[in-house]
């Protein structure tokens, strides 16, 4: 995509190769994070810093980390829904990056089973999507089995409606750490759930047990994802990286 050009409601699936992912593992927490922030702001300025000329025609290249590096991508719009492809990180000296772009093209990284979202890449790096800048709870996960739903409601630990908005393993965390002295404890379990949700288990501040039920409660953005070939299951007119799951 050129410069000028945007994505259908500045929105984009986001996936990266599993060599990317690896790449950003090895890179310091601060780095890392800040590798992610401008794969983030694509979905908003898809142009990046310049198209690339053959070999390399039809990618783009991000700087990164005060300039020093490069992330070699391709953004697409495919039936209509947007498309990050981010394949790899490296310095631009002696044309490094771009050597090592047009290796891993060649060796066909980029099928399905070679690529990660960008939301399974965040739980992999241990980064909360809050620190990238994104909303971390505007999705509603797959329900959990309704025979799990029954037992949570029938043991104390979940109302009907709560435990129709958790996941299975949301609903397995809260099953767990759901006990007090005196049996069920309605909040714990439900603290224990969204703890789950996150990856990366962090206090809950006051009320927002409450905000995040409500934006799961809302409708959702639902296009089809090109690579996951699953709806979005974040919130409707969301910015930002479509999630599958």
């Not at 891993?104 to 990284?109: E, H, N, S």
């Not at 006990?179 to 962090?202: K, N, Q, T, Y």
């Amino acid at each position: 995509m050129r410069r000028s050009e945007r994505f259908p409601a500045d929105a984009a699936e986001l996936v990266l190769t599993d060599l990317f992912v690896e790449q950003l593992a090895e890179l310091m927490v601060w780095r890392r994070e800040d590798v992610l922030v401008g794969l983030v702001r694509l979905c908003a300025d898809p142009g990046g810093k310049h198209p690339l000329r053959a070999p390399l025609a039809g990618w783009n290249t991000l700087e990164v980390l005060g300039g020093h590096q490069r992330v070699v991508y391709r953004a697409t719009v495919v039936d209509g829904v947007g498309l990050i492809e981010a394949l790899c990180l490296g310095p631009r000296t002696d044309s490094e990056v771009y050597d090592m772009a047009i290796g891993l093209r060649d060796a066909g990284v980029l099928t399905d089973d070679e690529l990660t979202e960008l939301w399974d890449a965040l739980a992999i790096l241990d980064v909360v999507a809050e620190q990238v800048g994104l909303d971390g709870w505007d999705f509603r996960p797959e329900p959990a089995p309704e025979g799990m739903r029954r037992a949570a409601v029938a043991s104390g630990l979940l109302g009907e409606e709560i435990a129709a908005l958790l996941s299975r393993d949301e609903i397995e965390a809260a099953m767990a750490a759901g006990w007090g002295p005196e049996g069920p404890d309605p909040m714990a379990a439900l603290v224990a759930a969204l703890e789950r949700a996150r990856s990366r288990a962090e206090p809950l501040g006051p009320g927002e047990a409450a905000a995040i039920l409500s934006a799961r409660s809302g409708e959702r953005c639902g296009v089809l994802l090109p690579r996951a070939q699953r709806p979005c299951v974040r919130r409707t007119g969301h910015p930002g990286p479509h999630r599958s799951g």
